[in-house]
């Protein structure tokens, strides 16, 4: 692990090297002087500009060839590039936890018109504005007059209005990028004249209508394309042939079946191929042999697609790393074949008919990391060889028809983050999850057979969020250590509602600012006894606690979901500084406890504010408890109305307190340099936004993954070492 470490430290260096090689402006032959009008045409773009981080600070005096982001040509003196791509959304992939969470690079975003003056830049070849707050109402026309355009970078802006039809004179344009904005209207089908163009991008915008042959007629030197996450309709003849190769392609969202895209076939050099939810339906065995034997990365999920996978499907598609069929109604097994593939390292079956046993051929060389397979009519055992798999980093299998004991062996996956395999039909005892499953952030065994008691090693769980053995068998105490190896009460927030784009350049950012604290445990319906451990009550993030229908008995701990810990969580604000969001005061803690049908007694705490305090349900069944919200007043108590809060001894003594927050003061550092990277890798996968990767090429997408992969394994050592 130790030189493994050294290496990604290594390589997160090498990146940031690159990359500052690459965004840095050399000095180098600055003796140019530069062009009068030129200079007055960035000076009015300038003008209107928000610019709250002062990256135009440069742009003063004559020598307008020196201004940051500005590259003349040495002799003529004319501006050739323009880059004012937000320098911050590199940040956000390389650098550490200091970025603001919610939009990383919102702090160094330009904002603004994009005004007709910079038309007079007559001999610029690059203009990159991506990842800004430039805003538009209408579609700007001047890029017509930039004659000379190569490439035109304008994604993640506010852009708005219809692509003009002008656009289609550029005929220089190599790269021509406007994803991510709010274009609507129909695409021109001036667009198939640029004959020059090698990649398009127009995903993620508003347009609709019809893209036919003629948007595409002269496009022969396009390699990429993507016009996924609009409103398109793409409809070309059976017969048609594309004037290019394309190494990838991106359709998702588009309609473009019921009928197999024959054109497809033609594509020999294919190594990208996205079209989920394109309205195809069909037998799958006949076309996935026409398409390109090429093809790494494939993901044709959320179509009604029919038929079996091919049994020989890892022999005809040699290089496929990632392998995305769910949501069709795909039928039959699992092809052992893909147990030849050593780089796939995701496959994604869900939501299919699929039945049948697990291939037992899983071997050491592989490199799969993500094995999807929920919602479909598997059964067997899970094969021990799976195991082998060492990277293995997700596992879902829940909602099949699996049985037998859960192998051992999975315990001992070091990387593994998620492991569902709930309503199944598991039997026997837990594995030994703990020192050896260090990752587990998620650990769903419920609805399955298991006996036998809570495993102690679970107590080295240190990252775990989500904890459900609910309706099992499973017997014994709880192990009140649950906390205090550091655990539980020290993980982190996921993050959710997360959206990441990535533009031709290949780096990508991050967006959107919905974070939600997810913590759960649910142990319910079970058969286990003894007391609730009090340190739950130190479970400060803890949403959901379910300890319903067990046998647990004993007094419930005084301060559980105590609203203290939220006032702990505040003072620990300020420290976090940017890394917490406004959001969070108004987040409920244990929002959702249950106790009901145990066999608890005692007086019922009345020191927590929780939502649920009111609903007798979270402490029905239990005959000994007493006191609001039960009906069941305790010996020695008035009746209803008066004094209620009175009750003293169930308050959290001034001790407690302190300990809240000595442990909110610890958990700080932590917290913050550990969530980004391994949270945001969590939540690719596990709500996976689709439109992250179908935004990517496959190259960048293994480059993005390896980074955050290393980002994990950097912050945690790094948060060891503190
Ligand atoms: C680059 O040019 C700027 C302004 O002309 C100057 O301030 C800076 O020192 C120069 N840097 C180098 C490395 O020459
Ligand atoms: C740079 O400009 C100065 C005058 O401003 C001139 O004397 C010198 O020759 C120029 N150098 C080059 C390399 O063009
Ligand atoms: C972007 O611009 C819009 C108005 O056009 C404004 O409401 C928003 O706050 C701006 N966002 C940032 C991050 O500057
Ligand atoms: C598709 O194109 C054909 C021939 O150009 C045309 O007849 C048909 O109406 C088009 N369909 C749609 C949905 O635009
Ligand atoms: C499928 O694409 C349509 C647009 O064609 C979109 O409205 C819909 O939300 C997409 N469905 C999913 C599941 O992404
Ligand atoms: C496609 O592959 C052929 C060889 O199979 C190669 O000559 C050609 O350059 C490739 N085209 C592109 C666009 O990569
Ligand atoms: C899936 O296939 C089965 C039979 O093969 C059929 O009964 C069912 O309607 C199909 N479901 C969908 C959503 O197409
Ligand atoms: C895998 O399949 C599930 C459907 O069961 C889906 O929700 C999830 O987004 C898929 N993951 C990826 C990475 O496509
Ligand atoms: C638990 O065990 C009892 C008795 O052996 C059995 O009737 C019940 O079905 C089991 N429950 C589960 C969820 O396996
Ligand atoms: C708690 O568990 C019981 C039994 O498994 C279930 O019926 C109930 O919905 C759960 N409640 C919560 C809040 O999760
Ligand atoms: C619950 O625990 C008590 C002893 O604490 C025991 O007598 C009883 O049998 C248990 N009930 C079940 C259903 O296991
Ligand atoms: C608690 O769990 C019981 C089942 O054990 C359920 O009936 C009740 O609705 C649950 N209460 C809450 C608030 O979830």
Not at 123 to 150: C, G, H, M, V
Not at 281 to 288: M, T
């Amino acid at each position: 692990m130790a030189s493994y470490d050294g290496l990604v430290s290594t390589f997160l260096w090498a990146i940031f090297v690159v990359q500052a090689i690459e965004f840095g402006h050399s000095n180098a032959s600055t003796n140019v002087s530069c062009i009068g009008a030129e200079r007055e045409a960035l000076l009015k773009f300038k003008h209107g500009l928000t610019d709250p981080l002062k990256r135009l600070s440069s742009w003063t005096g004559e020598e307008c060839c020196n201004w940051g982001g500005v590259k003349c040509d040495k002799k003529i003196g004319h501006i050739l590039q323009l880059d004012l791509r937000n320098p911050c959304a590199e940040d956000a992939n390389a650098e550490d936890a200091n970025v603001d969470i919610s939009a990383p690079s919102d702090k160094c975003k330009l904002g603004g018109n994009i005004v007709p003056s910079l038309g007079e830049l007559k001999y610029l070849e690059f203009l990159d504005l991506s990842i800004n707050n430039f805003s538009t109402r209408k579609f700007p026309t001047f890029f017509a007059s930039l004659q000379k355009l190569e490439y035109l970078y304008l994604s993640g802006n506010l852009i708005s209005g219809s692509i003009p039809s002008s656009l289609g004179e550029l005929s220089s344009l190599r790269g021509l990028d406007l994803s991510y904005n709010k274009v609507s209207g129909t695409i021109p089908e001036s667009i198939g004249r640029l004959s020059n163009l090698r990649e398009l991008h127009f995903e993620k915008n508003l347009l609709y209508g019809t893209v036919s042959e003629l948007h595409f007629e002269n496009l022969k030197n396009l390699i990429m394309l993507d016009i996924s996450s609009n409103e398109l309709i793409l409809n070309v003849s059976s017969t048609w042939v594309p004037p290019f190769q394309a190494l990838e392609i991106d359709l998702s969202d588009c309609k473009v079946g019921p009928e197999f895209p024959r054109w497809l076939q033609t594509q020999r050099n294919l190594t990208n191929l996205i079209m989920s939810n394109a309205s195809m339906s069909g037998d799958i065995r006949d076309w996935l042999y026409d398409i390109s034997s090429n093809i790494d990365f494939l993901d044709i999920s959320v179509n009604m697609l029919r038929g079996q996978i091919p049994q020989d499907i890892g022999d005809k598609m040699p290089r496929l790393t990632t392998l995305r069929l769910w949501g069709n109604n795909l039928t039959g097994g699992i092809p052992s074949s893909l147990c030849k593939l050593k780089q796939l390292d995701e496959i994604n079956l869900s939501k299919n008919q699929l039945s049948g046993r697990l291939p037992r051929c899983w071997k050491a060389s592989q490199n799969l990391e993500w094995f999807f397979l929920e919602d479909n009519k598997l059964n067997g055992q899970i094969p021990k060889s799976l195991c082998h798999l060492q990277l293995l980093m997700g596992l879902s299998l829940q909602r099949n028809g699996f049985s037998g004991v859960i192998p051992n062996c999975l315990s001992s996956l070091q990387f593994m983050m998620i492991l569902d395999l709930s309503d199944n039909q598991f039997t026997g005892r837990l594995p030994p999850f703990g020192k050896h499953s260090q990752s587990l952030v998620v650990l769903n065994l419920e609805k399955n057979h298991l006996v036998g008691g809570i495993p102690p090693q679970l107590c080295q769980l240190r990252d775990i969020q989500v904890l459900s053995l609910a309706q099992n068998n499973i017997t014994g105490p709880i192990p009140n250590c649950f906390i205090f190896s550091g655990g539980i009460g020290r993980a982190w927030p996921l993050i959710t509602g997360l959206d990441v784009m990535v533009n031709t350049k290949g780096t990508s950012q991050i967006y959107g600012n919905g974070l939600a604290y997810f913590f759960s445990i649910d142990l319910s319906a079970n058969m286990l006894d003894g007391q609730i451990p009090e340190e739950f009550t130190r479970l400060l993030q803890l949403e959901n606690l379910n300890l319903s229908q067990n046998n647990l008995s004993g007094h419930i701990p005084s301060n559980i979901g105590d609203l203290k810990n939220l006032e702990s969580l505040d003072l620990s604000k300020n420290e976090l500084s940017s890394a917490i969001p406004s959001g969070i005061s108004s987040m409920d803690f244990l929002s959702h406890l249950n106790l009901s049908f145990n066999r608890l007694s005692g007086r019922i705490p009345s020191g927590n504010h929780l939502r649920t305090v009111d609903d007798e349900s979270v402490y029905r069944g239990n005959d000994g408890l007493c006191g609001a919200p039960l009906s069941k007043i305790c010996p020695g108590d008035q009746p209803a109305g008066t004094g209620g809060d009175a009750s003293s001894g169930d308050k959290p003594s001034e001790g407690d307190v302190d300990i809240h927050n000595w442990f909110y003061a610890g958990l700080g550092p932590g917290f913050t340099v550990g969530f980004l990277g391994f949270c945001s890798i969590l939540h690719f996968k596990r709500s996976w936004r689709v439109s992250y990767f179908r935004a990517m090429d496959g190259a960048i997408e293994k480059f993005s993954m390896t980074t955050m992969i290393a980002m994990l394994w950097f912050k945690r050592t790094f948060r060891q070492s503190e």
